[in-house]
Every structure is written in structure tokens, then in C-alpha cells.
């Protein structure tokens, strides 16, 4: 049964995606980004309410890795991923009485950014609070000397949920406007308190790219 709502629910996707318009802006940012680092990667930085218009932005281009829970949620989401043409790093069901692998992912996912692949993390996920970096994409950009590279993906229609994040679904035929931000770099071995201060320059970067965004 499970297998079968992926299918129906990667129908609709594919067929939403196939109506979208995308266009792209400050790409320099991204091919600097790509060389400022030792592998030649780096970890994309988006909010969570922005996902699908990010991976619609950069699906079949490229293996970007993504993080997926082990829950049913993290299922469909790995699956659709996939189809999108992205590697599906698997994380944590956050349930605290057993061990999902959260740990092993991320050491997965650190090991694929070390390798060259680049990927993207939702700054803000899983639960919040909304719009504000966790200190996770700065660990692995610290860990692997990958920079990080902001992008915000507005569309100009879209379905928003009532949840924490306001989590959007753009409508058919939308156009999405995709914007990349100025590469973050941490140095190796940086404090907590470094981290945190990087954590805050991600933030105020994602925030000033969508106050700087207008729709032709």
C-alpha cells in the first residue's frame, strides 16, 4: 500500500513540476561557491517552507545529496527525491528510545560532501523554530571546508499549510524565481561560538535575499 501512495503522490509531483517556470539569478554565486572549497561542493542553505521550489529549481542537474528521517514521512520524501535525481542521505525518526541512524547519516552525508558532491540542508528543519539557522550546515561546511550557499526559491502562486514552517506548494503553471546568496566559509576547527556566529550571517542572508526579491 505504501508503495503504491509513493507512486500516486510522485504522479502529482512530477505532473506540478512539469508546469512550473523557472528562472535563475546570481548563478556566479554558485560557480564561486563551487570554487572556493577543497572538493569542489557545497551545502546548499534553504528554509524548510521553500523546499519543494529549491529541489524543482536543481532537479535532474545534478546528484545533490538530501536528509530524510527513517519515520514514514522521511519514506516518501526519500522516494521523491530520488525520482528527482537526487542521493537521499537517511536521518533520524526522532523517536529518543531507539536508534535511527541520525548519527551514521550525517557521517554519510559528510563523507559524500568530502567526496565532491554537493547538497542542501533545510537550515530551519524539522521543527524550527521557523526561519532560523540550526548549526547543523555549519558542522558539516566546518568539517568538510565546503562553503555554504544561501538560495531562496519564490514562487509567485502557491498553497501555504498551517504548520510551524508555513510550508508552500507552488500552484500549476507558477513561475519560480531562484536566487543564490554570497558563499559562507568556516574555517576548520572553529569555536561554538564561531559556529553560532555563522549560524546568524545564514540567516541574515536568506532573510535579505527575499526582502531583495520582486517578480518581474
Known sequence: MQNCL??????FA??????YKIEVRNIEH??????LGP???FIFALWHEQVISVMTGHAWTEPFLTLASRS?????AAFISQKMGFVSVRGSSRRKSIDKGGKEALQEYISGVSKGISGGMTVDGPRGPRQKCKPGVVLVARDTGSPILPVVAVANRYWEFNSWDRFKIPKPFTKIVMLYGEPISIEAGASNQRVDE????VTDSLKLLEKSFTHP
Open 72 to 76: 514514514k514521512d522521511g519514506d516518501y
Open 30 to 35: 554558485r560557480e564561486k561557491a563551487r570554487s
Open 14 to 19: 512530477r505532473t506540478l513540476i512539469s508546469t
Open 39 to 41: 572538493h569542489k561542493s
Open 198 to 201: 555563522i549560524c546568524e550571517k
Open 6 to 11: 509513493q507512486y500516486l503522490l510522485w504522479l
